[in-house]
Every structure is written in C-alpha cells, then in structure tokens.
C-alpha cells in the first residue's frame, strides 16, 4: 500500500510538471510530439492531433518532447537510437527565441508551486484553524491567573482588546500570540469600551503564559448553535438561533452566563427566556447530571 501510495504522489507531481511544459510549448506555437509520463518502452498510449499521450514502464520521471530538441537525449530517453540532426523550423523548440524557451523550461518547476499553493490553500480553507473575529472578554479567572498577572482580573466582562503588548488585535489569534510571543517583563494591556490600560508582568515560561490564556474567556454570545438529537435542549423545545435571554431568573449576557447557570440546576427544571425571530418565548429544560472535573480545583462536581 506504501508502495502505490508513493507512486501514485509521484505520477501526480510528475503529471502536473510535465503539464507546466506542455501547455507553455503551446502558447508559445512549440509542437509537442509526446508527452510521457515515466521513461523507456510505453505501455499504454494514444495519439490526438501532432502529439502522443503515454505512460512508460519507468515511474521515476516524465518528458514533453518538443520539435527540435536533442533529438539523441530524447531518443534515449524514449528506449531507441539517435536521430539526425534537423534545422530548426518555426515550431521547433529551438526556433523560438530565448524568452520563449526560458519560458518553457521553467514553467513545470512554475506549474509545482502553483499547484503546491493551491493544495496547501484548500486544505487550511477546509480543515485549517480559523481564527474567531472576536476582541472581547468575556470574563476572567483570577485564580487561574499566574503571578505577576492579577491585574488582568480587573477587565470588565465585555471589554475589547486594543493591544497586548506591541500586538494590535484584530482577533482572538492576536490576543493568544500576543501573550505567547511578548518579550518577559512589563506587559501593556490596552482596552477600548471601555477604555483602561493595564500592565502586568510576564514571565518567560510558556507554562505561565498559557495560564493567562486559559485565565481569559473570549466573548460568545447566548445563541444556540446546534440542538443534538435527544438532548435536553430538544427536548426542552430549543432551536438553532434562539438567544437566551435569561436562565432561572438570572439575566444572561454572553454564553458563559448561560453555562454557569446550567451547571449549576443538574437535574433540575429550569425556565429559560429566549428570543426567536424577533419574538419573547419561555421555555423549560431540565439538564442532564454529569461528573465533571472542576477547572479550578480539579476536583470532580456533578455539574448540570
């Protein structure tokens, strides 16, 4: 299976460099008279207009053989003798100017990168990390806080970061390297709305500064998102998009509110005010009662 792996990356990178060449050759009026994909004696092929589409027995390299080049190299490359010498004709490779045949030979190590872009774009599209536009704080832990960070504890829920350090944030990525990557020592913290500016001292070990990270809580709104089959939310009558308002009495404002109060009623019915499509709606869930390990003193609660 390693094997075929191998060789199938292999045809693919051979495939797509080899396509570099030929489609260069043709934009600039070159004949292509075959375009190989391996060495030696072909197995399979077919012939459409001027030139042939082959695969040979050798899977270690490709060719786009082109009007006028070594006839003998492409010759050998292709199993058989030497050809003669031929004058260049205006389709030939080397009847193109200089420009035209720098092109050409560059353009399958061009073709590589471009496709190497393109690969490694898509999968960070599809399956990268993405950074959440989000500059809020939600909330703070100070007994998580490491030394030398409890001024971080004064934030306000809601607050918005303006810079960590040297750092502009633009996003919740800004606030994570922000803290990661400043130099230790004094730490400029700037707010906005509202507007403070703390200072903390920060050490060198990234144990430490991880700590501040998972002392701080980015701002989520109160929405659901996803309703799980069989859940006490479905069960309760919840819906993607609803906005909890407030939850056992207590006003919520952003999503850590609403979970604070759900771990708290394991177990128990709970009255939830919500608001759908522009509307005000009760509804009641009772959580389920689960072991959790507390984040703080890492002893195991029945949380709801």
């Given at each position: 299976?390693?094997?075929?792996?191998?060789?199938?990356?292999?045809?693919?990178?051979?495939?797509?460099?080899?396509?570099?060449?030929?489609?260069?050759?043709?934009?600039?009026?070159?004949?292509?008279?075959?375009?190989?994909?391996?060495?030696?004696?072909?197995?399979?092929?077919?012939?459409?207009?001027?030139?042939?589409?082959?695969?040979?027995?050798?899977?270690?390299?490709?060719?786009?053989?082109?009007?006028?080049?070594?006839?003998?190299?492409?010759?050998?490359?292709?199993?058989?003798?030497?050809?003669?010498?031929?004058?260049?004709?205006?389709?030939?490779?080397?009847?193109?100017?200089?420009?035209?045949?720098?092109?050409?030979?560059?353009?399958?190590?061009?073709?590589?990168?471009?496709?190497?872009?393109?690969?490694y774009s898509g999968v960070n599209a599809a399956w990268g990390l993405q950074e959440l536009a989000e500059d809020r704080v939600a909330r703070v832990e100070p007994a998580l806080l490491p030394p030398g960070a409890e001024a971080l504890a004064e934030l306000p829920s809601g607050v918005r970061l303006v810079s960590v350090g040297d750092r502009e944030v633009g996003h919740w990525g800004d606030v994570r390297n922000g803290f990661l990557e400043a130099p230790a020592g004094p730490l400029a913290i700037v707010t906005g709305e509202p507007s403070l500016q703390l200072e903390i001292d920060?050490?060198?070990?990234?144990?430490?500064?991880?700590?501040?990270?998972?002392?701080?809580?980015?701002?989520?709104?109160?929405?659901?998102?996803?309703?799980?089959?069989?859940?006490?939310?479905?069960?309760?009558?919840?819906?993607?998009?609803?906005?909890?308002?407030?939850?056992?009495?207590?006003?919520?404002?952003?999503?850590?509110?609403?979970?604070?109060?759900?771990?708290?009623?394991?177990?128990?019915?709970?009255?939830?005010?919500?608001?759908?499509?522009?509307?005000?709606?009760?509804?009641?869930?009772?959580?389920?009662?689960?072991?959790?390990?507390?984040?703080?003193?890492?002893?195991?609660?029945?949380?709801?």
């Amino acid at each position: 299976m390693t094997i075929l792996a191998t060789m199938v990356l292999l045809g693919v990178i051979i495939f797509i460099h080899e396509l570099g060449h030929f489609l260069a050759a043709k934009s600039v009026g070159i004949e292509v008279q075959r375009f190989s994909i391996g060495f030696g004696p072909k197995i399979v092929g077919f012939q459409r207009g001027e030139t042939e589409y082959v695969i040979c027995w050798l899977p270690l390299g490709g060719y786009v053989k082109m009007g006028g080049m070594d006839d003998e190299v492409m010759e050998r490359l292709e199993g058989g003798g030497s050809g003669e010498p031929r004058e260049p004709k205006p389709t030939d490779f080397d009847g193109k100017p200089i420009w035209a045949r720098t092109f050409v030979i560059s353009a399958g190590v061009i073709m590589n990168m471009a496709f190497a872009f393109l690969v490694y774009s898509g999968v960070n599209a599809a399956w990268g990390l993405q950074e959440l536009a989000e500059d809020r704080v939600a909330r703070v832990e100070p007994a998580l806080l490491p030394p030398g960070a409890e001024a971080l504890a004064e934030l306000p829920s809601g607050v918005r970061l303006v810079s960590v350090g040297d750092r502009e944030v633009g996003h919740w990525g800004d606030v994570r390297n922000g803290f990661l990557e400043a130099p230790a020592g004094p730490l400029a913290i700037v707010t906005g709305e509202p507007s403070l500016q703390l200072e903390i001292d920060i050490s060198a070990d990234p144990e430490e500064r991880i700590k501040i990270l998972r002392a701080l809580s980015l701002w989520i709104d109160a929405e659901v998102g996803i309703v799980n089959p069989g859940s006490p939310a479905e069960k309760g009558g919840l819906e993607t998009g609803d906005r909890v308002l407030a939850a056992a009495g207590v006003s919520i404002t952003n999503w850590y509110d609403f979970v604070d109060v759900v771990e708290a009623n394991p177990g128990v019915r709970t009255e939830l005010s919500l608001e759908r499509g522009g509307r005000r709606l009760t509804r009641f869930v009772t959580p389920d009662a689960e072991e959790q390990a507390n984040r703080i003193t890492g002893e195991d609660d029945t949380v709801g």
